[in-house]
């Protein structure tokens, strides 16, 4: 017989196990729990659901996130396929979200479109804690509306995600990276103000003087930082249409009682952006700790269509969510258990009881049947293992008098019932459970 070598998954990858996990935050009953979250909140501030597939087009990602951007130039999984077509992992989900809407023609069936998305997301990164080369978003993109106080309503729901579960120590930061007039005014003043300070800088950012000289701003690099520490304000770069959209943000979010810091310094790594840009921040999350990020790219839709449709969004990590959670141990609901547990002891109770499992299964009442061993021991502590409330035994003996044992796990109370009452009686207690 032929075995096969114990195979390991790539580097940066993980999995999320029903049981056993390494660690608890890779526990899939944890991520059911925020993905309920995530179907209540988006039902409350009315965003649709759309699902895209997991590869597109290259050049669907290049457009928009810019080619000088990490993401594009350094974490793409790139591939061909047998026509030599270039395809890529999807890195993120706005470009996605982007090209579907204007290949399915969802344009003109409203005028506002909130739409939201939950999917894996590929990058090719150094993994760490809390960056991951396959990792899950929670997103959401509003295409179509341009007001201020629609970025306040995305920067509220995903803040108010963060709170119902739970999570403390949030930070809103936010900055507007204004329109390409701003912009352009502001690389110039920058430019002015690290070219005598270029020798200092690190490589990386020596780099990016020339390339995408905005990107410094986001170096971790601690001798750029100090650097940064005097450089000019995008935002007293800014025209009077991009101060008025900005303090319109402020204001609402303050109208919403969001706590929020202005930091000049965020730009994001994407080139889509302009105007309103945020992160949010959570406490106990180490040196990955933006939780969530997103902000506005008007413009952006018209290179995916020359249609001038602006755009609101945001993406969270799913995984730093659940580590958030897990570190400021955040309430976590009960794993789901069934609520009655089989035990047969013998072919023939298997085979009476397997049509009785089906029937409570269609009212809807949670139940696992053993299918395995017909030793009461090793029944028992399955039952207790799995959490359920109710063990019913049936045997040689209770099968010959017509009756079954009914076993309440936590009181551990047997009650012996005919057997053509156990079905109305686990339906009456299911009823009335608390
Ligand atoms: P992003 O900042 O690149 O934005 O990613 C959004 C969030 O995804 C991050 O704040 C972080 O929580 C999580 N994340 C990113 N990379 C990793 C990784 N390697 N491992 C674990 N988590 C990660 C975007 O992707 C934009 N599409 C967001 C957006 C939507 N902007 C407008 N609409």
Redesign the pocket.
Same mark, same amino acid.
């Given at each position: 017989m032929l075995y096969m070598k114990k195979r390991t998954s790539p580097k940066g990858l993980f999995d999320i196990l029903p049981y056993g996990a390494k660690e608890s935050w890779q526990t899939s009953h944890l991520w059911h729990e925020i993905e309920d979250v995530i179907r209540t909140i988006t039902q409350q501030y009315n965003f649709q659901e759309i699902r895209t597939p997991i590869f597109e087009y290259a050049d669907t990602f290049c457009v928009g996130i810019g080619s000088t951007s990490d %993401?594009v130039s350094k974490e793409m999984y790139l591939f061909s396929d047998k026509k030599e077509r270039s395809l890529a992992l999807r890195p993120? *989900?706005?470009s996605s979200i982007l090209r579907a809407f204007f290949e399915r023609n969802l344009t003109h069936l409203a005028k506002v479109h909130k739409l939201f998305y939950i999917a894996p997301?590929f /990058?090719y990164?150094k993994p760490q804690k *809390? &960056?991951? /080369?396959q990792?899950h !978003?929670f997103?959401v993109?509003v295409l179509g509306s341009p007001s201020y106080e629609q970025d306040a309503e995305v920067i509220d729901l995903l803040f108010s995600f963060y709170q119902k579960l739970g999570i403390k120590g949030l930070c809103v930061e936010l900055n507007s990276v204004g329109d390409a007039h701003s912009r352009e005014l502001y690389k110039k003043a920058l430019f002015s103000y690290l070219s005598p300070k270029k020798a200092s800088l690190s490589k990386d950012s020596q780099r990016r003087m020339e390339e995408n000289i905005l990107r410094i701003l986001d170096s971790k690099d601690l001798g750029d930082r100090e650097i940064l520490q005097n450089a000019p304000s995008i935002l007293d770069y800014l025209s009077p249409e991009c101060k008025e959209h900005f303090s319109g943000v402020e204001s609402t979010l303050r109208a919403l009682n969001i706590p929020y810091k202005v930091h000049p310094h965020i730009v &994001?790594?994407?080139d889509y952006y302009n105007q309103t840009v945020f992160?949010i921040t959570a406490s106990d999350l180490g040196a !990955?700790n #933006? %939780? *969530? #990020?997103? *902000?506005r790219?008007d413009g952006f839709a018209k290179m995916f269509s020359g249609q001038d449709i602006p755009g609101?969004?945001?993406?969270?990590?799913l995984? /730093?969510v659940v580590q958030t959670m897990v570190a400021q141990n955040c309430p976590f609901r009960e794993k789901n258990a069934p609520f009655v547990f089989f035990a047969p002891m013998n072919p023939s109770c298997r085979k009476l009881l397997i049509p009785m499992a089906k029937a409570l299964r269609l009212k809807n009442i949670p139940v696992d049947i053993d299918l395995k061993s017909y030793k009461i021991q090793e029944l028992l502590r399955r039952a207790d293992q799995i959490g359920a409330s109710f063990a019913v035994i049936l045997g040689e003996n209770e099968e010959k008098e017509k009756v079954i044992r009914c076993k309440q796990m936590s009181s551990r109370k047997e009650t012996v019932l005919p057997l053509t009452n156990i079905l109305s009686y686990l339906e009456q207690a299911w009823e009335e459970r608390s």
């Open positions: %993401i993120e *989900g706005t997301m /990058r990164e *809390g &960056r991951y /080369r990792h !978003q997103g993109e &994001r790594g994407l992160e !990955q #933006a %939780i *969530g #990020a997103g *902000g790219y609101i969004g945001f993406g969270t990590g995984e /730093r």
